[in-house]
């Protein structure tokens, strides 16, 4: 099990500039969660599908965000354009949803610097 | 409105020592609480959990104390090793996996 793949995994672009985040879920996994990690406000949940639905996108900090599924194992999530402030770590994370005790399993991120 | 406080925010802890990480929450409604563990350029894995029926969960060096009166619980890490160094998270939610509400987390370091 290769786990949850995130590319890439260092970013750095310009302030207004198109950023695109993408996330691979583990095999069989049916939901998935976007994190934004940062020193102040810690891990944050931005958006989470279950079964390539969006189910709650309350954490999308600005309409810049977006997030897609375009099929059952991959996740992308959008910043356009992007921000100094939205420099951070994001992580997507899958599970197995509508099992209770299924652990999130969290990729290992994708730094973003935008300057 | 933080819903869930993590102290402390960093903590050196002797090798063989007991490291020991509190949290508190407000949602009466939480009925899951999960301990993460990350380390330096990874994502955060669960450690352990536990629901709100036990006051105490073990496993192996770490147990998890539950006090549903308080709104707190707390992560103790006996033995502790260097190994155990890393940034831990505890997190709390009503139902499961679902929006999580993580705490800022600790960074632990363990010294010879």
């Known amino acids: 099990d290769a786990g949850v793949i995130q590319s890439p995994r260092h970013e750095v672009t310009e302030m207004g500039q198109e950023v695109t985040l993408r996330c691979k879920l583990i095999s069989g996994h049916n939901s998935l969660f976007w994190y934004r990690q940062t020193m102040m406000r810690g891990l944050e949940l931005l958006i989470y599908?279950?079964?390539?639905?969006?189910?709650?996108d309350s954490g999308m900090p600005e309409d810049r965000f977006s997030a897609k599924m375009p099929n059952a194992s991959f996740s992308t999530l959008k910043i356009q354009p992007s921000e100094p402030r939205d420099s951070a770590v994001y992580f997507c994370?899958?599970?197995?949803?509508?099992?209770?005790?299924?652990?999130?399993?969290f990729g290992n991120g994708t730094r973003l610097t935008v300057t | 409105q933080q819903q869930v406080k993590q102290s402390p925010q960093s903590l050196i802890v002797q090798k063989g020592g007991i490291s020991i990480i509190n949290c508190a929450y407000e949602n009466t409604a939480f009925d899951y609480f999960p301990w993460y563990q990350q380390f330096p350029g990874k994502g955060p894995a669960l450690l352990i959990a536990?629901?709100?029926?036990?006051s105490e969960k073990k496993e192996g060096r770490f147990t998890i104390s539950f006090n549903k009166s308080a709104k707190q619980f707390s992560l103790h890490i006996m033995d502790s090793q260097p190994g155990d160094s890393a940034t831990y998270f505890c997190a709390a939610s009503k139902g499961g996996n679902e929006k999580l509400t993580f705490g800022t987390g600790t960074r632990l370091t363990i010294i010879p």
């Open positions: 599908f279950n079964n390539n639905v969006p189910i709650d």
């Open positions: 536990i629901r709100p029926d036990v």
């Open positions: 994370a899958s599970s197995l949803g509508g099992i209770s005790n299924s652990p999130l399993h």
